[in-house]
């Protein structure tokens, strides 16, 4: 769910702006699931951009605050929220942790690195959600040690009906700041795109497992 629509559109302006977010139709690129996509994604550019990535920082921060409250802790989920989540942490002036995929299998063997404590207040920061998975996968982390999660934030989702329904089966909220609709509408406008192209993008939303661009 996104936040509001001129948020999501000044968001999906500056990430097609420094090309975080690629759109690709006629020459589509193949992620680690060996899906085709006409698009991608990599959002840890807007690190490099400082104007954008104070943009981003004060924007989430503002929004964790009005839809959770202030939180203890901000955890950000490795390796790509990472970066933006300790950016976010820093502006409200509370610690900050990071999540991994899987606990070290050397040293204390940790899976969450920074300290917390029992109870606390957390809120997850993504940079992009496609099927939720690994971002359920952080939170499923944090619960264990016994810690609130009051809901998570992203930079930007692909909308996909199966992240909808992953995070309603386990009951966590989640918003971001702007989504693949929201995109769309940009790019359309923007001329980024042209109206076949819009065709295109949309189908493979629709089913991007099945997709090709023939």
């Known amino acids: 769910m996104i936040f509001n629509k001129h948020t999501a559109r000044k968001t999906a302006e500056v990430l097609l702006q420094i090309n975080a977010i690629k759109l690709s139709p006629k020459d589509p690129f193949t992620w680690a699931s060996g899906w085709k996509s006409p698009i991608y994604c990599d959002n840890r550019i807007i690190l490099s951009y400082p104007t954008i990535r104070n943009y981003i920082r004060e924007t989430m921060a503002k929004q964790i605050e009005k839809q959770y409250g202030k939180p203890d802790v901000i955890a950000g989920v490795a390796t790509g929220a990472i970066g933006i989540g300790m950016l976010v ?3 409200l002036g509370v ?3 990071y999540v991994r995929p899987e606990a070290k299998s050397h040293g204390r063997k940790n899976q969450i690195e920074g300290h917390v404590e029992s109870g606390q207040n957390i809120v997850v920061v993504e940079d992009l959600i496609s099927t939720g998975n690994s971002s359920l996968n952080a939170v499923k982390a944090l619960k264990e040690a016994n810690l609130n999660v009051k809901g998570m934030i992203a930079i930007f989702s692909y909308g996909f009906e199966i992240a909808n329904a992953n995070f309603e089966k386990e009951n966590i909220s989640f918003h971001t700041l702007s989504n693949y609709q929201s995109l769309l509408d940009q ?9 076949k192209e819009l065709g295109t993008l949309s189908k493979w939303n629709a089913n991007p497992s099945e997709w090709n661009n023939n």
């Open 89 to 91: 942490a820093e502006y």
């Open 187 to 195: 790019a359309l406008e923007t001329n980024y795109i042209t109206q």
């Open 95 to 97: 610690p900050f942790i």
